[in-house]
């Protein structure tokens, strides 16, 4: 993969090595904190523009590196979760939130109508189109594809530490998932979970049931402590542990009939 491959497409999605040959598909929703200009800021503080409230840290750079080793195609929304959270619907009141964890977003309270259209319009809508033209492309080429998400979570919530440090998180269709927490024991150092810190009822799997499910691809959605990945060191080794979770699962799809099966 070249840095040559990586390419913005207008504001709102960044694609990394489009043409990888891998079976994997990797998403990051959360990977940028960029609000654009037209947006003031959304009124936040400038640590908040910066918090985990904003993006998700280290997210993007584990997939970038995940996507390297693995010759995969990478989808990330170069957009702040505030200004709009790809991995939400737009009738969800937290697609444009007015309050993250602690963090109120003044400029999303009272958003109208045409207001939310607008970040529907520029920023959820081309990134959804973006991933659906990549797997579209990806069946007419004849490749299989199984759809990763990836996410960081903060270690600390609502004043409250989380013990967990991988989650590996599922909705319907857990085959993939299922792979990889048979495959836990390869991070004995690791507390790796099923659907935590998060689940299906947090409303945290719209993009592997848009993405995924509705194109019939196994899929999983996996959720980084971002204490683990604060340093580009980290965000290397974390990559290598999640391909230590990964690999064994793709290999263990393919024998039972291929990740479409």
């Not at 694609?15 to 990797?26: F, I, M």
């Amino acid at each position: 993969m070249r840095e040559s491959d990586s390419h913005a497409l207008g504001e709102a999605v960044e694609v990394v090595n489009r043409e990888g040959a891998s079976p994997v598909l990797l998403l990051c929703e959360h990977a940028s904190s960029n609000i654009p200009a037209r947006y003031n800021g959304l009124g936040l503080r400038g640590e908040d523009r910066l918090s985990h409230a904003a993006w998700d840290p280290g997210a993007r750079a584990v997939a970038l590196h995940m996507a390297k080793a693995l010759d995969a195609p990478l989808v990330a929304s170069t957009v702040s979760r505030l200004v709009y959270d790809c991995n939400r619907p737009p009738e969800a009141a937290s697609a444009m939130p007015e309050k993250s964890e602690l963090v109120a977003v003044p400029g999303n309270f009272g958003l109208s109508d045409a207001e939310r259209q607008e970040r529907v319009d520029t920023v959820y809508v081309p990134f959804c189109k973006t991933v659906t033209e990549v797997i579209e492309a990806r069946k007419a080429a004849g490749l299989e594809t199984v759809l990763v998400t990836m996410h960081s979570f903060t270690p600390v919530y609502f004043g409250k530490p989380r013990d967990v440090e991988i989650g590996i998180l599922h909705d319907d269709d857990s085959r993939l998932a299922d792979a990889m927490l048979a495959a836990a024991p390869a991070l004995p150092h690791r507390l790796v979970e099923r659907n935590e810190p998060y689940g299906p009822a947090d409303g945290v799997t719209h993009s592997l049931k848009l993405h995924g499910l509705a194109h019939g691809l196994a899929n999983v959605m996996i959720e980084i402590r971002n204490d683990l990945v604060a340093t580009p060191d980290q965000e290397e080794a974390m990559a290598e542990e999640m391909l230590k979770l990964l690999r064994p699962a793709l290999a263990a799809l393919t024998a039972e009939g291929g990740p479409d099966a």
